[in-house]
Structures are given as structure tokens and as C-alpha cells.
T-cell receptor
């Protein structure tokens, strides 16, 4: 069964450092997303990406964040200068059409710990 | 600002009985509702969804009911199985959005053998 794959599963980084989280979406999917879940809190939407550009983003997704699809298979989330409050589980997801017409498939997540 | 609320943090049910998970929302602009299941150390897994133009959707043991006037939806699992034990998230989508899902805090379901 096709699945969304995220690497690494756990990333520890020092405050102020740049971090790149990687995702391989399902191959025939066209829409890509990043969500995060701070420990004990809700899953929160960060950004959606379609046709090589951001189609929607939340207030959380400020200038410190960027996304890229550098090749035909990877989808990355970069945090330029990490803060302690960026510590969270980050989930990548993909769907064939915009969520609602087809469901989004989530990866297993990357736990980011900023120290 | 809790636009999607799951007021029961946990629910315990006997195997074979019905599990009913509830979700309330406040924003009438939501046009699509989804339920996800999450096991520890895994990402959310899609279960079932419902458009705002419907009031019921069924898929095997899972049924979602939507009451738009009450801004309430529920997920029924019949019969419940121990493998259903997980955290269940209700999520809603704004009309026209392509992925901005608003999640509830989740309900932890325990199905006891």
C-alpha cells in the first residue's frame, strides 16, 4: 500500500539552527501539506502546496518557514532559525485532489526537539 | 479559539458494543468534516468523511452523522473491536480551502475485551 514517508523520525537541533524536514509523498498525489502537533495540543495546519507553489498557509507559517519540492519526489519543510517553541511533531500529508474530495494521507511524523 | 471541539478526552467501551464519539463545531463556513484515527508514534489515518450537504455517511463499521442545525457530528463504531483503541480526531475544512483542516483535540477510545 502506498504511504507517505518522513525522515528523520526524530531531529534534535540547537536553538537558532536551521532544520530541514523531509517527506516523500505518495507518487501520484498532487497536493502536499505540512501540519504540526505540539505536545498535548491539537494538530495544526501549516501550509498546502500545489503546482509548485504555496496554495494556502496559516498564521503559524511565518517567514521562518519555507517549503520546497526540489525534485519529482521530495517535499521539504525548512525552518530557518529554530526556536524552542518550534518543538513539535511535524506531519507531512498528501492527497490526489484538495482535501475534501479525496482524503489526505499522513506520514508517521518527525519529532523535532529544539534545545 | 476552539472552532472544533471534542469535549470527551476519553471513552471506554466494551468489545462488541457501540462506540459514539462526538464533535461540535462553531463555524458555519465549514463544508467538509473528517474523522482520523491515530495510534501512538504514527500519523493520523483517515477513517471517514462527510460533506456538509449530507447528514449521514457509512463505511463498514463506521458511520458519521452530521446535524448542521446543532453544529454537531458523531462517529459511530459498531461493533467496537480492541484494535479500534486509538485517539480519534474530528477535523473540519473551510469551504474553498485545499487542506486547512481544523482539528479537535481528540478523544482517546479504549475498547476492552
Amino acid at each position: 500500500e502506498p504511504e507517505v514517508t518522513q525522515t528523520p523520525s526524530h531531529q534534535v537541533t540547537q536553538m537558532g539552527q536551521e532544520v530541514i524536514l523531509r517527506c516523500v509523498p505518495i507518487s501520484n498525489h498532487l497536493y502536499f501539506y505540512w501540519y504540526r502537533q505540539i505536545l498535548g495540543q491539537k494538530v495544526e495546519f501549516l501550509v498546502s502546496f500545489y503546482n509548485n507553489e504555496i496554495s494556502e498557509k496559516s498564521e503559524i507559517f511565518d517567514d521562518q518557514f519555507s517549503v520546497e519540492r526540489p525534485d519529482g519526489s521530495n517535499f521539504t519543510l525548512k525552518i530557518r532559525s529554530t526556536k524552542l517553541e518550534d518543538s513539535a511533531m511535524y506531519f507531512c500529508a498528501s492527497s490526489f485532489t484538495g482535501v475534501g474530495n479525496t482524503e489526505a494521507f499522513f506520514g508517521q511524523g518527525t519529532r523535532l526537539t529544539v534545545v | 479559539d476552539q472552532q472544533v471541539k471534542q469535549n470527551s478526552p476519553s471513552l471506554s467501551v466494551q468489545e462488541g458494543r457501540i462506540s459514539i464519539l462526538n464533535c461540535d463545531y462553531t463555524n458555519s463556513m465549514f463544508d467538509y468534516f473528517l474523522w482520523y484515527k491515530k495510534y501512538p508514534a504514527e500519523g493520523p489515518t483517515f477513517l471517514i468523511s462527510i460533506s456538509s450537504i449530507k447528514d449521514k455517511n457509512e463505511d463498514g463499521r463506521f458511520t458519521v452523522f452530521l446535524n448542521k442545525s446543532a453544529k454537531h457530528l458523531s462517529l459511530h463504531i459498531v461493533p467496537s473491536q480492541p484494535g479500534d483503541s486509538a485517539v480519534y480526531f474530528c477535523a473540519a475544512r473551510y469551504g474553498g480551502s485545499q487542506g486547512n483542516l481544523i482539528f479537535g483535540k481528540g478523544t482517546k477510545l479504549s475498547v476492552k475485551p
